[in-house]
């Protein structure tokens, strides 16, 4: 249930105006309408009910992209953990096809809704991290190096992923690359933060040097 306090409170704030009340309900009146012309398929009766003090979607979790995403990957953690990376892969790359860019890029989000696209936006990137363990697991290494790359360029300052592309490169047999990309790292992170990579990276590059990583594969 959807609090009518919190609907106000997302939309003005500290601040609401004297008709918060009654334009909260105009809104949700014209939700409804869209509702009923966009998504007659899911049932009859209406799919926002008024229950004080406030609404209910009456819709199944299934049908909610967010709540499928959380499901799967909860269930892709669990198959990883039991052993099954092969299932794990599969479920977790299920619930990453949900994904279609940033969630709710074009909606202002307000202190009641950040709060919640932070925690989609991090189970996102958490749900990716398994995934690309799982495919580590099954041995995909030379698969996995373009998309490391690139997430490396992305986020120049992530050990993890720096780390897993060191991993990756030097299971592909380009151990010269994976102590390059050690190096890249040492020097972005002494520039930008004047620090040096971890003792988790710094011993995996001891570990590519005399060719035995197998004990690195890790989440963050």
Not at 191 to 209: A, N, Y
């Given at each position: 249930?959807?609090d009518?306090a919190?609907i106000?409170?997302?939309?003005?704030?500290?601040?609401?105006?004297?008709s918060a009340?009654?334009?909260?309900?105009?809104?949700?009146?014209?939700l409804?309408k869209?509702f009923?012309?966009?998504?007659?398929?899911?049932?009859?009766?209406?799919?926002?009910?008024?229950?004080?003090?406030?609404?209910?979607?009456?819709?199944?979790?299934?049908?909610?992209?967010a709540?499928?995403f959380?499901?799967l990957?909860?269930?892709?953690?669990?198959?990883?953990?039991a052993?099954?990376?092969?299932q794990?892969?599969r479920?977790?790359?299920?619930?990453?096809?949900?994904?279609?860019?940033?969630v709710?890029?074009?909606?202002?989000?307000?202190?009641?809704?950040t709060p919640?696209l932070?925690?989609?936006?991090e189970?996102r990137?958490?749900?990716l991290r398994?995934r690309?363990?799982?495919?580590?697991?099954?041995?995909n290494?030379?698969?996995l190096?373009?998309?490391?790359?690139?997430?490396?360029?992305?986020?120049?300052?992530?050990e993890?992923?720096?780390?897993?592309?060191?991993?990756?490169?030097?299971?592909?047999?380009?151990r010269?690359?994976?102590?390059?990309?050690?190096?890249?790292?040492?020097?972005?992170?002494?520039?930008?933060?004047?620090?040096?990579?971890?003792i988790?990276?710094?011993?995996?590059q001891?570990?590519?040097?005399?060719?035995?990583?197998?004990?690195?594969?890790?989440?963050?």
């Amino acid at each position: 249930m959807v609090d009518r306090a919190a609907i106000i409170d997302e939309l003005w704030g500290e601040n609401p105006p004297r008709s918060a009340v009654t334009t909260a309900q105009t809104y949700v009146y014209q939700l409804r309408k869209k509702f009923h012309r966009h998504f007659r398929d899911l049932g009859s009766g209406e799919l926002i009910e008024t229950r004080p003090p406030g609404y209910v979607l009456r819709v199944d979790t299934d049908e909610i992209d967010a709540f499928r995403f959380e499901k799967l990957s909860d269930e892709g953690q669990a198959l990883l953990a039991a052993g099954h990376a092969e299932q794990a892969a599969r479920r977790l790359r299920e619930a990453l096809s949900l994904w279609r860019g940033p969630v709710l890029a074009d909606v202002p989000g307000g202190p009641v809704l950040t709060p919640h696209l932070t925690h989609l936006t991090e189970a996102r990137t958490r749900a990716l991290r398994l995934r690309i363990l799982a495919d580590a697991q099954l041995g995909n290494h030379r698969a996995l190096i373009p998309e490391l790359r690139s997430a490396a360029q992305e986020n120049p300052l992530d050990e993890w992923i720096h780390e897993q592309l060191m991993i990756a490169l030097h299971e592909a047999g380009r151990r010269a690359d994976a102590l390059d990309t050690y190096r890249g790292l040492q020097r972005t992170l002494d520039e930008e933060l004047g620090i040096q990579p971890s003792i988790t990276l710094r011993e995996l590059q001891r570990d590519v040097l005399v060719g035995n990583v197998r004990r690195h594969a890790r989440l963050a």
